[in-house]
Each structure stands twice: as structure tokens, then as C-alpha cells.
């Protein structure tokens, strides 16, 4: 299956890649269908561990090769690190900015973006899309860069999807569940939660597309995906984990995301 899964062209595995973390999405906004309600401290430790993982990857998975390519093409190696990550924030900003979308426990009268008309539902689909997409461009970049074989390899891109995936799970649950309990049906929390991650595939497709066409950015923009990556993590995964008094179980999660994370780099990579 692996071999098979090599022989593909780049931006098709960067698809494959990204439907499978949005399937691990599916998984846990269907754990609607076993439980109405989970408890805020699990949902807590689930978030702070997603933060964990998203900044584990950020560093080893994203901001480390880009230093190391640039020192093989001759950039200086602070340079195209640092661009990339200021712009993937900034552009993750400008999202935050206009993009309506409503966090997780916030009334409908603090949505933050362009101020619309939408039901809660889908701001709060739009908060969890905003920040899938950066998810999926990091992905799609790591199997991009793969056609330069001696830049990147085709297990760190996977160690980085396995990552992403797992902490996709505790996301589902995160849509599906508060959405139970503002009385929709089982069905319709889960078809929203899953429906959060679809934005995945479309990232991954756009980012391997992108290093394809121009190889020579490719350190910059695998540091663009961390700069995005890590703007949600501070401007909303951490936050949130830490909003309800469970603070030290958060903190926990991201220790416990961000070990788990380097292990899968360092050790498959």
C-alpha cells in the first residue's frame, strides 16, 4: 500500500493525505451519535493537546526544513524563515479579520469578522474552517516538497499527517458536541462537524500545487504554513482550552500533544 501510495504525483498525495485527517474529523464529530455531552475538562485537555501537536509541527515539521533548504540553495538562512512565518500570521490575521466566525461558548453578539446575518451554526463552522485551512496547506506544502528528493521526505510528510490527523479528532468533537447542545440533531451536529475539515483537502491541493510551480519558495512558504499554523494556536486553541478554569489540564494537553508530535517527526523523520 505504501509503495503504491509513493508511486503517486505529489499534489494527489497531498490530497489523499488531507482526506484522511478531514475522515478523522468525521470520527470525532460522530462520537455525537455515542455521547449529547462530554466534559468541559476532557474537551479542555482535547484542545490544549491539539495546540501541542499544531506547535510541535510547526517547529519540527515546517520551520526546521525551511532553515535547512535555505541553507542548501544559498539563502541566508534566517531570511526565508522569517518572511514566511510573519506573512502566514499576518495572512491568517487578515482572515480572522474579515471572515465572520463565532469561538466555541461565545454568544452570537460577540462574532468576530465582517458583521453578517449568519445562524450560530455556521459562525461557528467558519471559526473551525479558518483553522483547518492553515492545517491542509501545511500538509499539502510537505508532499510538494517531495519532488525535491533530497529536501524532504515522503515520511516526515506523513508523520506530519498523522499528527494533524489525531489532533482533528478532538476538533470534530468540538463542533459536533456544543452544537447537540443547542438542540440540533445528532445528525446535523455531525454533519457540521465534519463539514468544519473539508477545507483540508482544498489547503493541501493549493499548498503541493504552489511548491510545484515554483520550487524556489518552497522554504519560504513550508514556514508560511507554520506562521498560519501558529496564529491559531495562540489566537484560539490556547485560549479557549484555558477560558473554563481548567487551565493546568490544559497546559498538560499541550505538553503531552507536543511530546507526541516531536516523537513523530524526529522518530519517523
Not at 475522515?23 to 464529530?29: D, E, H, I, N, Y
Not at 528528493?149 to 463542533?175: C, D, R, V
Not at 490556547?238 to 489540564?249: A, C, H, K, T, V
Amino acid at each position: 500500500m505504501l509503495e503504491k501510495f509513493i508511486s503517486f504525483p505529489p499534489i494527489l498525495q497531498a490530497f489523499l493525505a488531507t482526506l484522511f485527517t478531514w475522515f478523522v474529523t468525521a470520527l470525532g464529530a460522530g462520537v455525537i451519535f455515542l455521547k449529547k455531552e462530554i466534559s468541559r475538562k476532557v474537551l479542555d485537555s482535547s484542545l490544549g493537546f491539539s495546540a501541542g501537536i499544531m506547535i510541535a509541527a510547526s517547529f519540527f515539521s515546517l520551520l526546521l526544513p525551511s532553515i535547512e533548504i535555505s541553507k542548501e540553495i544559498g539563502l541566508p538562512e534566517w531570511l526565508p524563515c522569517t518572511a514566511g512565518f510573519l506573512a502566514g500570521g499576518f495572512f491568517l490575521r487578515l482572515i480572522d479579520k474579515f471572515i465572520p466566525h463565532l469561538h466555541l461558548d461565545t454568544p452570537v453578539e460577540n462574532a468576530e469578522g465582517i458583521k453578517t446575518n449568519l445562524k450560530k451554526t455556521t459562525l461557528l463552522v467558519l471559526a473551525i474552517t479558518i483553522h483547518n485551512f492553515p492545517e491542509g496547506l501545511a500538509i499539502g506544502v510537505a508532499f510538494g516538497s517531495i519532488i525535491d528528493k533530497s529536501h524532504a521526505h515522503l515520511i516526515g510528510a506523513i508523520s506530519l499527517t498523522i499528527g494533524i490527523a489525531i489532533q482533528n479528532f478532538p476538533e470534530g468533537m468540538a463542533i459536533s458536541l456544543p452544537l447537540r447542545r443547542e438542540g440540533f440533531s445528532r445528525f446535523k451536529s455531525f454533519w457540521y462537524g465534519q463539514l468544519s475539515a473539508i477545507v483540508e483537502p482544498i489547503g493541501g491541493v493549493i499548498g503541493a500545487a504552489i511548491v510545484i510551480l515554483a520550487k524556489p519558495i518552497l522554504p519560504f512558504m513550508l514556514s508560511f504554513a507554520a506562521g498560519a499554523m501558529i496564529f491559531v494556536v495562540v489566537e484560539e486553541l490556547i485560549p479557549e482550552s484555558q477560558s473554563s478554569g481548567n487551565s493546568d489540564l490544559a497546559t498538560i494537553g499541550v505538553i503531552i500533544g507536543f511530546a507526541l508530535m516531536m516523537i513523530l517527526d524526529v522518530g519517523l523523520g
